[in-house]
């Protein structure tokens, strides 16, 4: 939304693009040129001497008031795009109550990047883990193009050291350092390749998965690598996710389990967020490995405990499933609260004891409880006639669902 006129300064927010002035539409020039006053952080000021040379450079913590205390046309100077992730709207909102803010958007790294790479973005997923924290795992796993700003913590080889280490060893990885620079540099590789480099902040970098999981496909028992540990069945799988009402970009539990079945089907709901996949059997987490890397759900991290060992270094969870509890229910679901007051829990069991010992924890702890029983019964084709046989009954038992 636009500022209303209610003071006498004329603030400007000027995209900078690169910080660089070849980089600077006429527009911009234009715009630094006339105003009575031009702030900027260090980096961008000195890529702009020659453009303006008595450019005020602050810490960007100091430039919404540095800008209220001057007077006339205030000229505010921004790297990357106005539009997305940009400091363009904190500053608007703090600056609207003192005049009027006009933007002035400038060539984008994204824009760049992709004309350097002669690709488009129309049809990639956009991030920015630049300085923040974020999923990364996700978006890769389930699209062919991903293009993010990197940078702080998240500069391009560490976040190519953690596809490697995922096993997201079949996509391709582009990095643009220093874009419209004289020390730009591109690179292109697998991640395993450009872990190996050093890029600094001002990076852009570009992932393609010529073989993305399709999350809206259901997963069936037949889809997974079986061994000897036991696996919730498919209709359990589809009504077990829907109830815990995972959102794209939630942090949840999979405690139990087994094959890792159900972790695969809540990480194609959390498409943007992660799953951790506790389990204590060796073979289980050998096959929960092979799961992953045969379906293509990236975004699981495989954690080898009994819970509730383990829970403690892990993220606050959203919400969470218990498959299996090895007899630690009560210390469990206590974990989840205490980690979680809000958390959400669902729970499975087959035995009346399971039932009730689920129903005891849950509400112990003060959860809202309710209890569903699915009876699945599967055609099988005898002769001319389809046969119906009936599954075992499960429980499912939620918390604050």
Known sequence: AGCDDKGMNTYVLIGAGMGTETMLTQQARQAIQRADIVLSTGRLADGLTSVRADVQTLAFSQLAQRAQDSTGTVAVLLSGDTGFYSAAKSLTQKLCGSGTVEILPGISSIQLFC?????????????????????????????????????????????????????????????????????????SGTPEQLARETFGD???????????????????????????????????????????????????????AGTGSVTMELARHAVRGMVYAVECKPEAVELLHRNRTHIGCYNTHIVQAMAPDG?????????????????????????????????????????????????????????????????VSRAKKVARYHMMTAQNPVYLIGGNL
């Not at 992932?207 to 079986?226: E, G, M, W």
């Not at 696996?231 to 589809?238: A, D, F, S, Y």
């Not at 669902?346 to 409880?369: K, M, P, Q």
Request: aromatic fraction near 4%; charged fraction near 25%.
């Open 202 to 256: 001002l990076c852009v970098m570009m992932t393609q998965n010529d073989r993305p999981t399709d999350s809206s496909r259901a997963l069936r028992d037949s889809d997974f690598v079986r061994g000897e540990v036991p696996m919730t069945k498919q209709e359990v799988r589809w009504l077990a996710a829907s109830l815990l009402s995972v959102k794209p970009d939630e942090i949840v539990y999979d405690i139990g």
């Open 115 to 187: 004309a350097r790479f002669h690709t488009a973005y129309d049809d990639a997923v956009l991030l920015s883990l630049h300085g923040r924290s974020g999923a990364l795992l996700a978006p890769v796993s389930y699209n062919r193009k991903v293009i993010m700003l990197t940078g702080g913590e998240n500069k391009a080889h560490v976040l190519c050291q953690r596809l490697a280490d995922a096993g997201l060893t079949h996509i391709t990885v582009s990095v643009a350092e220093n874009l419209g620079a004289e020390t730009e540099r591109l690179v």
């Open 311 to 375: 829970l403690e270094q892990l993220p606050i969870p959203d919400c969470a499933f218990i498959g299996g509890s090895r007899g630690n229910m009560a210390e469990i679901v206590c974990a989840l609260k205490r980690k979680n007051p809000h958390v959400r829990v669902l729970i499975t069991a087959i035995a009346l004891e399971s039932l009730h010992e689920a129903i005891e924890a849950l509400e112990r702890n003060g959860f809202a409880v309710e209890i569903s029983c699915v009876n």
